[in-house]
T-cell receptor
Framework: AQSVSQHNHHVILSEAASLELGCNYS??????LFWYVQYPGQHLQLLLK??????LVKGIKGFEAEFIKSKFSFNLRKPSVQWSDTAEYFCAVNPDDKIIFGKGTRLHILP | DTGVSQDPRHKITKRGQNVTFRCDPISEHNRLYWYRQTLGQGPEFLTYFQNEAQLEKSRLLSDRFSAERPKGSFSTLEIQRTEQGDSAMYLCASSFILGTAEAFFGQGTRLTVV
């Protein structure tokens, strides 16, 4: 079945630790890829997106993601997390006219 | 225009009642989406419009759910004969036609069916 898989449901890190959240998708063909973030009490916001070109994309707040086509992956990274990064992170794909989301990863940063 | 707005933000209803939610998208956007999100899950696609035309409806969407976008601007989502399983956050998003466009989300309407 076509899907978006996020490997980690809940991640706890200390401030300044490095972060990598995994995302794999199972759609064939050309897809656009997104990471959305939802801070506590706020609406979903776009963190970064990949449509074409350089597979390493940079987003807001120091986040980046790498698209590896051969692995159907789009992992999110940040070299040094901050307490304010505590949020839920969603990987998403749009293989056609709608966006399909993963189940999300809840990230908790310890001060 | 400050973004996608949804009304109401919260709705508590008794089982069996009908409810209607409204979404006002970003004014230039011609695509409008409805999603449902439950605790511990990502947003689940329900339906979307391009202008006033409803182009796709999820197979998961029961016949009790109906959505409209009569003039290609705001949209309404109605749930008839609500059930406890309908309790969720209902999200609306809008975009230009996807290709290189991102979707912008509203704050959502939290529905609780008691």
């Amino acid at each position: 079945a076509q899907s978006v898989s996020q490997h980690n449901h809940h991640v706890i890190l200390s401030e300044a630790a490095s972060l990598e959240l995994g995302c794999n998708y199972s759609y064939g063909g050309t897809v656009n890829l997104f990471w959305y973030v939802q801070y506590p009490g706020q609406h979903l916001q776009l963190l970064l997106k990949y449509f074409s070109g350089d597979p390493l994309v940079k987003g807001i707040k120091g986040f980046e993601a790498e698209f590896i086509k051969s692995k159907f992956s789009f992992n999110l990274r940040k070299p040094s997390v901050q307490w304010s990064d505590t949020a839920e992170y969603f990987c998403a794909v749009n293989p056609d006219d709608k966006i399909i989301f993963g189940k999300g990863t809840r990230l908790h940063i310890l001060p | 225009d400050t973004g996608v707005s949804q009304d109401p933000r919260h709705k508590i209803t008794k089982r069996g009642q009908n409810v209607t939610f409204r979404c006002d998208p970003i004014s230039e956007h011609n695509r409008l989406y409805w999603y449902r999100q439950t605790l511990g899950q990502g947003p689940e696609f329900l339906t979307y419009f391009q202008n006033e035309a409803q182009l796709e409806k999820s197979r998961l969407l029961s016949d009790r759910f109906s959505a409209e976008r009569p003039k290609g601007s705001f949209s309404t989502l109605e749930i008839q004969r609500t059930e406890q399983g309908d309790s969720a956050m209902y999200l609306c998003a809008s975009s230009f036609i996807l290709g290189t466009a991102e979707a912008f989300f509203g704050q959502g309407t939290r529905l609780t069916v008691v």
